[in-house]
């Protein structure tokens, strides 16, 4: 298990328009302290609701540290970071949100536990709660102030991604229309990241294609056997006739 299987870290709220901004720079070939020293000068001016405005130095650094998933990932992570620039480069900005979420889901897999609470839970009903969310989180990371504080901070991203809408009543959201996934490729990259985020880094076939960590998205439909011809990081194992098994092949995916 990775230490970042069992870390939180979504300690503010992260508006898209800061990951766009970094994908940006990381395709325009900008070095690492290029990047780092241009969102430390434009963050420091953003609000983390969004807009303009003064805010804290410690503040805006926790905020740099998610966004370095796009430029300085961890080791395990550079080969599916990599591939994510690959589509990055060829599909349009305004389609770069399932790759953001990817991308934060396997660097920061508390993102994705709650994102996959959120899923399971509109699964049952049409609308959510703070408190439902916060309640089933907590079964597993723990019953801690920090932990529904991160949560919090991660519900709020949802929101400010427009993936989640506020209903009117407080601290009470709906689901935004999910978007299709027409790109097979990035429809396995969110699979690869969903298998980066799990400690285990397999899961049954079926569902990794249901998981409700993807409630935002419409996923194309896929066989295994497409996904393991076109991923170098999965492999799929066959237990009898309908019994499949999708795992890493390797943390590196070289």
């Given at each position: 298990m990775s230490k970042r299987h069992e870390k939180l870290g979504i300690k503010q709220t992260i508006q898209k328009e800061w990951m766009d901004r970094t994908l940006r720079m990381v395709l325009a070939g900008m070095t690492e302290k290029e990047i780092r020293q241009d969102l430390d000068q434009y963050l420091s001016t953003q609000k983390q609701s969004g807009g303009i405005g003064e805010r804290g130095q410690k503040t805006y650094g926790m905020a740099i540290g998610i966004l370095a998933s796009w430029f300085a990932p961890e080791d395990d992570l550079r080969g599916f970071r990599d591939e994510a620039l690959k589509?990055?480069?060829?599909?349009?900005?305004?389609?770069?949100?399932?790759?953001?979420?990817?991308?934060?889901?396997?660097?920061?897999?508390?993102?994705?536990?709650?994102?996959?609470?959120?899923?399971?839970?509109?699964?049952?009903?049409?609308?959510?709660?703070?408190?439902?969310?916060?309640n089933r989180i907590k079964e597993q990371y723990g019953d801690r102030e920090t932990v529904a504080r991160n949560a919090r901070y991660t519900v709020r991203s949802f929101v400010a991604w427009g993936v989640l809408q506020e209903s009117g009543v407080k601290g009470c959201y709906k689901k935004a229309p999910s978007r299709q996934i027409h790109d097979r490729k990035l429809a396995v990259l969110m699979m690869e990241a969903a298998l980066f985020a799990i400690p285990e880094g397999k899961m049954a076939f079926g569902a990794l294609l249901r998981n409700p960590a993807f409630f935002p998205f419409e996923l194309s439909v896929m066989t295994s056997d497409f996904i393991s011809r076109t991923s170098s990081c999965i492999d799929v194992i066959r237990h009898g006739l309908d019994d499949e098994i999708v795992m890493l092949i390797s943390a590196s995916c070289a």
């Open positions: 589509i990055a480069r060829v599909i349009p900005e305004e389609e770069w949100l399932p790759l953001h979420w990817a991308v934060i889901s396997a660097a920061y897999p508390f993102w994705f536990n709650v994102a996959k609470q959120v899923g399971r839970l509109f699964n049952l009903q049409e609308s959510v709660t703070q408190v439902q969310i916060f």
